[in-house]
Nanobody, 124 residues
Framework: QVQLLESGGGLVQAGGSLRLSCAAS????????MGWFRQAPGKEREFVGA????????YYADSVKGRFTISRDNAKNTVYLQMNSLKPEDTAVYYC?????????????????WGQGTQVTVSS
């Protein structure tokens, strides 16, 4: 069982940066691949990126590639999403999720545990 809690969301101007954190409970955090997803108003939840259990591999959606970076600190049971060059279209609720298969895939069905989300709003 893994419980996830996101933090770090807020209001930022276009071109700015934010770093989201996702703190996990449980001793098995390092065994899970971790993903970030987002859901904008009126839209379906979409994949942002993922990181392997070791932290050595990452995978990003084309829409954020080159602007967002995922990292993790297994000693702190935390995964991060560094977001740079933010755009108004990045406005969404951001969720972290844990994947026991470590697939780094965009499919939400492989993620067993989800956080409650944190709001990111980018003003133009």
């Amino acid at each position: 069982q893994v419980q996830l809690l996101e933090s770090g969301g807020g209001l930022v101007q276009a071109g700015g940066s934010l770093r989201l954190s996702c703190a996990a409970s449980g001793r098995t955090f390092s065994m899970y691949g971790m993903g970030w997803f987002r859901q904008a108003p009126g839209k379906e939840r979409e994949f942002v990126g993922a990181i392997s259990w070791s932290g050595y591999s990452t995978y990003y959606a084309d829409s954020v590639k080159g602007r967002f970076t995922i990292s993790r600190d297994n000693a702190k049971n935390t995964v991060y999403l560094q977001m740079n060059s933010l755009k108004p279209e990045d406005t969404a609720v951001y969720y972290c999720a844990a994947d026991p298969t470590n697939a780094l895939g965009p499919g939400q069905e492989t993620y067993d545990y989800w956080g409650q989300g944190t709001q990111v709003t980018v003003s133009s």
